[in-house]
């Protein structure tokens, strides 16, 4: 029977009972009496089942169910099958959770979830295994307790959160961890941490094989090169074998210009984080890569100089030298004779920028975001005939990621390109000097 039908039958019951004992007391002249009776009767079974109900919920239902008639015998079944469903419902959660504890727990990358403030409210099997973490002992501890890295910290508390940190984990400096923090959920976040010791390890060994071998090839080269110089100046060498030994020689200096490029980009990957930070004029660096690009071009261009000398940078000459010559020389290779190179140093809203801009041949779009890598050439064989290693650009690269720098490439094919690096604000010193608020110089 369902609780409605029970309803209905409870106030027939009702009605029914008052009509009984209004005719009874009005055969016995006790209306009043009878019907107060009834009333007092059925008012005391309720209260009397309210109590056992009482009873039966305060047993959280371990009870068994009371036994009543009527409505109550109603009522009391309802709970109890509404207590049953509950208690399935509890079960069937409470697998579920175990199944997800277990998927989560056999993950090979350790997820921990952080509240706002940083506390750990759950957290995996693996991040045991990778961080040193203890379940029973650390949820509620702060994530920061416990990874106590300089970057991870901070990362955490700017909420920066686009690029993944490396770090060593807390464990043992062996170990090295990928750490993404994912928001979510309003101010919670998801920390995936995955051991990519094996790749850093491969990318170190990548490193050092490609340093050595470089090193390695310098001195023979040299010697090489060497005796191919003598040989081109000797008067008496036989003539059929100038050109020859000219081409090796050309190719020995080649090598030669690879080597020093690859030993460069190897030097700048030794020395991984933020270059230093000492106070460059670029004006006078510039002055001196105008002049070098003006040599290089042999008067073939026109290279113009657009600085503003109030501006400095924070960070290594060496370093900067090396990504701006490379720009600035590359745009004499990829000019044709009558052509304009101009050398821009300016400030901008998000701090200076260094703009190398040329009316060359250009490149077509879709070499634009491979340029950087080493060894891309948009024509190999033109790169080769010049003399290119094909480094250059990742060189530059490096050195501007060094400086927290951006680098972007913009070009038009047959009318020309524009290097520009941008440095952020805390890169720039600004300094009273301009008697001339821009200095130009044209050649
Ligand atoms: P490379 O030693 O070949 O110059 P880079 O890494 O310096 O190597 O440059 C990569 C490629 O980018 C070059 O081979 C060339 O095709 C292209 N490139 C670089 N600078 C310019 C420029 N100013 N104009 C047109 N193409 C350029």
């Known amino acids: 029977m369902t609780l409605s039908r029970a309803r209905t039958r409870e106030w027939r019951r009702l009605v029914a009972g008052a009509v009984l004992l209004g005719i009874t007391g009005y055969l016995l002249g006790l209306t009043p009496w009878l019907l107060l009776a009834g009333a007092c009767a059925y008012v005391t079974w309720h209260v009397y089942h309210v109590h056992r109900l009482a009873r039966w919920l305060a047993s959280g239902g371990r009870e068994p169910e009371p036994d009543a008639r009527g409505i109550w015998g109603q009522v009391f079944e309802s ?125 170190q060994m990548r490193k050092d094989f490609v340093a050595n071998v470089s090193h390695e090839l310098r001195s023979p080269l040299t010697v090489v090169a060497g005796y191919l110089e003598t040989l081109e100046d000797d008067e008496q060498f036989p003539g059929e074998y100038r050109r020859p030994v000219a081409q090796m020689s050309q190719q020995a200096s080649r090598m030669g210009l690879i080597v020093e490029d690859l030993l460069q980009l190897s030097r700048l990957e030794a020395t991984p984080g933020a270059a230093t930070a000492e106070p460059v004029a670029v004006v006078e660096m510039l002055d001196v890569i105008a002049r070098d690009t003006r040599s290089l071009s042999e008067g073939a261009h026109r290279v113009v100089q657009e600085a503003d000398p109030g501006l400095s940078l924070l960070g290594n000459w060496n370093e900067l030298y090396s990504a701006f010559s490379n720009v600035a020389f590359n745009a004499v290779q990829h000019t044709h004779a009558g052509g304009t190179i101009r050398l821009g140093w300016t400030s901008d809203e998000t701090g200076a920028r260094l703009e190398v801009t040329d009316t060359g041949e250009g490149i077509e779009a879709h070499h634009l975001p491979r340029l950087t890598e080493r060894f891309y050439r948009v024509d190999k064989a033109r790169s080769h005939e010049m003399g290119g290693t094909g480094l250059g650009l990742a060189i530059v690269k490096h050195v501007l990621v060094r400086h927290d720098a951006r680098f972007e490439i913009e070009s038009r094919l047959g009318e020309g390109s524009r290097f520009s690096c941008r440095f952020p604000a805390h890169r720039v010193v600004r300094s009273e000097v301009p008697a001339e608020p821009e200095r130009q110089a044209v050649g």
């Open 79 to 203: 709970l109890s099958r509404i207590h049953r469903q509950n208690r399935k419902r509890k079960k069937r959660l409470r697998k579920l959770v175990g199944r997800f504890q277990q998927a989560a727990d056999a993950m090979p990358d350790g997820a921990i979830v952080l509240a706002g403030d940083g506390t750990i409210l759950w957290m995996n099997e693996a991040s045991s295994r990778l961080l040193g973490l203890q379940r029973s002992r650390d949820v509620g501890q702060p994530v920061s307790n416990f990874i106590r890295h300089p970057s991870f910290t901070d990362t955490l508390e700017s909420g920066a959160l686009d690029e993944p940190l490396h770090i060593e984990s807390p464990l043992r400096d062996e170990i090295k961890l990928r750490i993404r923090i994912v928001p979510y959920g309003g101010s919670r976040r998801l920390m995936l941490v995955r051991d990519v010791t094996r790749i850093h390890n491969l990318e």
